[in-house]
């Protein structure tokens, strides 16, 4: 019996290890540090053995694979050992699609993911499709795979995720742009960023879609670079295509072998120059999956942002509050930093889960101008980030109230203030539901 070896006890590694374990592999679950309750509960159900709070070299170092997650990155000495060795390191994502026959509509870029992967389900939905959501959003992918079955999956997939994929391929591959993010993690080269997010088009057969922004400078720089067999189906504000979306007067145009469908801006359910690419990209995606006019016109008006995650709730004297409630991690709070695109003032903090801050911290850098602690004890957020943002852009706060005035107090028009806790909630809320609601609330009393 081949054996498993799982690192990282979040939502991507219970996963892995609780299909590992369905195809009758002998697996293991590593985390170095503290997994929350409901994934302990998880693996002692699934009767997977597991570890927390260390890595055990004689326990992982014999293992034939080893999937890892992605918030691990690959310079931690223990994939370093792996990779000496010579074993082979996989993502969840490679390691479900083994076992995945469904059809796969495959999302990634810099910006706009988690908003063009909803648009997406929720566009496959309401055509009546047997329709998943996974990746690094809803549920894990491989979870899915090992106790549920659908005929398509739309799955969010992150530069981490997709390094470690190999054989893995889409039906219908999306980038919605390029920005340069991340390059701690790409030895601050450009090149390799991009280069891990065209992993995601490397198997692309004939047959399948690759949906790309044609506006986006660095994805046709690249896309010149490489040779591909798919489809291309681009989408501009800048000019007509004969394949794919564009702008033309107030109307999106799409066009998909002989088929066009007509959207009206005024129709659409998000605002914003940004949202107008992620509505053409989820309209291109609906096409080419067959989805009617009708259904594709109807979602696009329709559609309402994920309630807690990344969900936009006022625009308030030019400064946007933003509910990421259910960023209870510091992959969920990495995620939702990283798309920011205007200074940030972030709220977070609650009940510390043993958190490594350290991969925050050149975001924190890069794109945060104050922090508003929102927990009972703030002592290891305040180590961490204090420095970097000066005391006086420091404040702690005991309630949503509180915490949203003094946000307010330090954000200046055109900032956005990020509730993105990245921890749980249970120190002051019920529930990260709870601690959004209630940050809503006192969004709309400001």
Same mark, same amino acid.
């Given at each position: 019996?081949?054996?498993?070896?799982?690192?990282?006890?979040?939502?991507?590694?219970?996963?892995?290890?609780?299909?590992?374990?369905?195809?009758?592999?002998?697996?293991?679950?590593?985390?170095?540090?503290?997994?929350?309750?409901?994934?302990?509960?998880?693996?002692?159900?699934?009767?997977?053995?597991?570890?927390?709070?260390?890595?055990?070299?004689?326990?992982?170092?014999?293992a034939d694979e080893v999937i890892k997650s992605p918030g691990i990155p690959s310079t931690v000495p223990m994939v370093k050992k792996l990779e000496a060795q010579g074993t082979p390191i996989l993502s969840e994502i490679e390691f479900a699609g083994r076992y995945d026959s469904a059809k796969k509509i495959c999302i990634t870029g810099s910006n706009g993911k988690t908003t063009t992967t909803s648009l997406i389900y929720y566009l496959l939905k309401n055509a009546g499709l047997n329709v998943g959501l996974g990746g690094n959003i809803g549920k894990s992918y491989a979870y899915q795979v090992a106790t549920e079955h659908f005929d398509y999956y739309v799955l969010e997939i992150s530069s981490f995720q997709l390094d470690n994929c190999?054989?893995?391929?889409?039906?219908?591959?999306?980038?919605?742009?390029?920005?340069?993010?991340?390059?701690?993690?790409?030895?601050?080269?450009?090149?390799?960023?991009?280069?891990?997010?065209?992993?995601?088009?490397?198997?692309?057969?004939?047959?399948?879609c690759f949906i790309f922004d044609s506006d986006d400078e660095i994805t046709i720089d690249h896309l010149n670079k490489i040779i591909l067999s798919a489809k291309r189906l681009p989408f501009t504000q800048k000019g007509e295509v004969e394949?794919?979306?564009?702008?033309?007067?107030?109307?999106?145009?799409?066009?998909?072998?002989?088929?066009?469908?007509?959207?009206?801006?005024?129709?659409?359910?998000?605002?914003?120059?940004?949202n107008i690419y992620n509505s053409m990209a989820a309209a291109i995606?609906?096409?080419? @999956?067959?989805? &009617?006019?009708?259904? !594709?016109?109807? *979602?696009? #008006? /329709?559609?309402?942002?994920?309630?807690?995650?990344?969900?936009?709730?006022? @625009?308030?004297? &030019?400064?946007?509050? !933003?509910?990421? *409630?259910? #960023? /209870?991690?510091?992959?969920?709070?990495?995620?939702?930093?990283?798309?920011?695109?205007?200074?940030?003032?972030?709220?977070?903090?609650?009940?510390?889960?043993?958190?490594?801050?350290?991969?925050?911290?050149?975001?924190?850098?890069?794109?945060?101008k104050a922090i508003v602690c929102l927990g009972v004890d703030n002592s290891r957020i305040r180590e961490s980030f204090e420095g970097m943002v000066g005391s006086g852009n420091f404040v702690e706060t005991r309630s949503a109230e509180d915490a949203v005035k003094e946000a307010s107090k330090l954000a200046a028009p055109g900032d956005v203030v990020l509730l993105s806790p990245c921890c749980a909630s249970f120190d002051l809320f019920s529930s990260y539901e709870d601690r959004g609601r209630k940050f809503k609330e006192a969004v709309r009393m400001l």
């Open positions: 019996m081949s054996r498993i070896v799982v690192l990282g006890g979040g939502e991507s590694g219970v996963g892995a290890a609780v299909l590992a374990k369905v195809k009758g592999f002998d697996v293991f679950l590593s985390d170095n540090g503290e997994i929350a309750g409901h994934f302990v509960d998880d693996l002692k159900k699934w009767d997977i053995p597991f570890e927390q709070g260390k890595h055990t070299e004689e326990l992982i170092l014999g190999y054989d893995f391929h889409p039906d219908i591959a999306i980038i919605t742009n390029i920005t340069p993010d991340h390059l701690d993690r790409y030895d601050y080269q450009l090149e390799n960023y991009v280069r891990s997010k065209f992993r995601i088009t490397r198997n692309l057969r004939p047959e399948d394949q794919g979306a564009y702008l033309k007067d107030d109307k999106i145009i799409v066009k998909y072998e002989d088929e066009e469908c007509d959207i009206y801006l005024k129709e659409l359910a998000l605002g914003g120059k940004h995606a609906a096409k080419a @999956s067959g989805i &009617d006019n009708k259904v !594709i016109r109807e *979602s696009l #008006a /329709t559609f309402q942002p994920i309630e807690h995650r990344l969900e936009p709730v006022l @625009s308030i004297k &030019d400064v946007l509050y !933003i509910n990421d *409630s259910k #960023a /209870t991690n510091v992959d969920s709070a990495w995620y939702a930093l990283e798309c920011q695109t205007r200074p940030v003032v972030w709220i977070l903090g609650g009940k510390d889960k043993g958190n490594d801050y350290e991969v925050l911290k050149p975001l924190v850098k890069d794109k945060v």
